[in-house]
């Protein structure tokens, strides 16, 4: 297990830790810009640990946040930088495909997210994208074993919740009600 803790400078510790017995078997210091990768930072083979390393700090806002991958090797403490060079966003590696990471990368600013799985050649953005309405969430099996494609997700009118429909309906019944009183007032015979 990897838990991440500020020290509360400018550094944050990163303990690997022995779940059997409950002792840490390493730690490594990070800097503001690198923090895990997301919930599915551990490789597939367990010998590295994924980290997002950020263009700024990630506890300071900064609209321009860029990103890019490095890898922790657990034996050696060794950090080394992925293929992914800086990317927009705000990412958080969920799944592993392949043996290439899934990252869901959360452009902000109501601009959508994406899924990515990041190769050693490129990155592929998955067919994920819910049409700019915030970051969905995906079963890990969809990302990892799943046949994924089709058209973008878009949400329907008739899901939303339940008090958005009273207050359309009153100002329906209202237009109905002038509806009616025009047609009546217009059909009065004159005297």
């Known amino acids: 297990m990897a838990v991440q803790a500020a020290d509360g400078g400018e550094t944050s510790s990163l303990r690997i830790l022995d779940t059997a017995t409950g002792t840490t078997l390493s730690t490594v210091t990070l800097t503001t810009r690198q923090r895990l990768a997301g919930p599915a930072a551990w490789?597939?083979?367990?010998t590295q640990l994924l980290l997002a390393a950020g263009g700024c700090a990630w506890t300071d806002y900064c609209p321009e946040q860029t990103w890019r991958v490095q890898r922790l090797d657990v034996a050696t403490g060794a950090?080394?930088?992925g293929t992914a060079g800086d990317r927009p966003g705000d990412p958080s590696l969920v799944a592993w495909?392949?043996?290439?990471?899934v990252?869901?990368?959360d452009r902000g600013?109501?601009?959508g997210c994406d899924m990515i799985v990041l190769t050693a050649a490129h990155a592929e953005t998955l067919p994920l994208?819910?049409?700019g309405?915030?970051?969905a969430q995906y079963a890990r099996d969809l990302l990892e074993e799943g046949t994924v494609g089709g058209t973008a997700i878009e949400p329907s009118p008739w899901q939303a919740q339940w008090?958005?429909?009273v207050p359309a309906s009153m100002v329906l019944a209202g237009l109905v009600m002038l509806a009616w009183r025009l047609v009546r007032h217009r059909r009065r015979p004159t005297r």
């Not at 490789?43 to 367990?46: A, E, L, M, N, Y």
Request: proline share 7%.
């Open 133 to 135: 309405h915030g970051c």
């Open 97 to 101: 495909r392949a043996g290439a990471p």
């Open 109 to 111: 600013a109501g601009l």
């Open 43 to 46: 490789t597939p083979d367990g």
């Open 129 to 131: 994208t819910v049409a």
């Open 103 to 105: 990252i869901q990368q």
């Open 79 to 81: 950090v080394t930088d």
């Open 163 to 165: 008090w958005v429909y």
